[in-house]
């Protein structure tokens, strides 16, 4: 199998990943992932951390390691449900953020 090097190296290779597990699997191993994330997010706030030293935290390594490995099972999960449709979505959603913020600006600087 080819390594990974570009973008499109990685598509697909997890295409491949896709076809050869199947869905089903792929979607169980991406809540699996999701949940290791979790419980390394979780962690920061045991060891104390706050915004100010949130990449000093202790278990950083780990927490790089989980969104790697949740990034991996997202893209396979974003090939299979519509890659097209799910880059409008998230279009979508970064604007309508984006017009909140500008919206919550404007009306603090009215007050």
Do not use: P
Not at 12 to 38: H, P, V, W, Y
Not at 73 to 96: P, S
């Amino acid at each position: 199998m080819k390594k990974s090097s570009t973008y499109e190296d990685r598509l697909s290779i997890l295409k491949s990943f896709l076809e050869e597990s199947g869905i089903d699997s792929q979607k169980k191993m991406a809540i699996e992932e999701m949940s290791e994330l979790t419980k390394e997010l979780c962690k920061t706030w045991r060891f104390g951390a706050d915004e100010a030293d949130r990449v000093d935290v202790e278990n950083v390594e780990e927490i790089r390691g989980e969104i790697a490995d949740v990034l991996i099972m997202a893209t396979q999960l974003k090939i299979f449900y519509g890659e097209v449709e799910i880059e409008k979505i998230i279009d979508y959603k970064i604007n309508r953020h984006i017009s909140r913020i500008t919206q919550a600006k404007a009306e603090q600087g009215n007050k």
